[in-house]
T-cell receptor, first 113, second 113 residues
């Protein structure tokens, strides 16, 4: 069975500072990895995903995540956060060719002025 | 395209009452899902449907039933609501197996008193 651990439930960070949101997973089979973002009072939307190829994947709004197979991690980073990045971020994993996604418990990103 | 729509947006029920949450998608997706989101618990899968005419239990199916009415619509029914079912409910859909990305509706906030 697969599982996802998001190590921090909340991360406060000053505006324009860098941030890293940590995600580790466990699986006995190959997986695909995702980060979803949930802005206040909205549903989730895909931020970025790793399926294959380059282990570094990037979103259009400056986030990036690196797949590290040896450490079973998929940490999310941004070099300079903005107030509009205030949201909850969910790491998720799906076994290759499976129809279900397993979500972590989420990390709430608080941007301090 | 409206994407994934859910009705109602808010609902208050008394213990023992029944209700149906509606979900529809206009993306011609095969797979549809119902999740519940509770603080600190992330998203937990209630039921899913890999195609029209099929449904399967997820992680927390007790107290719920579902109907995949057609390819577009996937409803969630609470036959006898309990306070433990107070939550935010999200419907999601996914296209072909190789797309992997799930598209979420805006959610239904349900309170059971």
């Amino acid at each position: 069975a697969q599982s996802v651990t998001q190590l921090d439930s909340q991360v406060p960070v000053f505006e324009e500072a860098p941030v890293e949101l940590r995600c580790n997973y466990s699986s006995s089979v190959s997986v695909y990895l995702f980060w979803y973002v949930q802005y206040p009072n909205q549903g989730l939307q895909l931020l970025l995903k790793y399926l294959s190829g380059s282990t570094l994947v990037k979103s259009i709004n400056g986030f990036e995540a690196e797949f590290n197979k040896s450490q079973t991690s998929f940490h999310l980073r941004k070099p300079s956060v903005h107030i509009s990045d205030t949201a909850e971020y969910f790491c998720a994993v799906t076994p290759n060719r499976d129809d279900k996604i397993i979500f972590g418990k989420g990390t709430r990103l608080h941007i301090l002025p | 395209n409206a994407g994934v729509t859910q009705t109602p947006k808010f609902q208050v029920l008394k213990t023992g009452q029944s209700m149906t949450l509606q979900c529809a998608q206009d993306m011609n997706h095969n797979s549809m899902y119902w999740y519940r989101q509770d603080p600190g618990m992330g998203l937990r899968l209630i039921y899913y449907s890999a195609s029209e005419g099929t449904t399967d239990k997820g992680e927390v199916p007790n107290g719920y039933n579902v109907s995949r009415l057609n390819k577009r619509e996937f409803s969630l029914r609470l036959e006898s609501a309990a306070p433990s079912q107070t939550s935010v409910y999200f419907c999601a859909s996914k296209g072909e197996l190789t797309s992997y990305e799930q598209y979420f509706g805006p959610g239904t906030r349900l309170t059971v008193t």
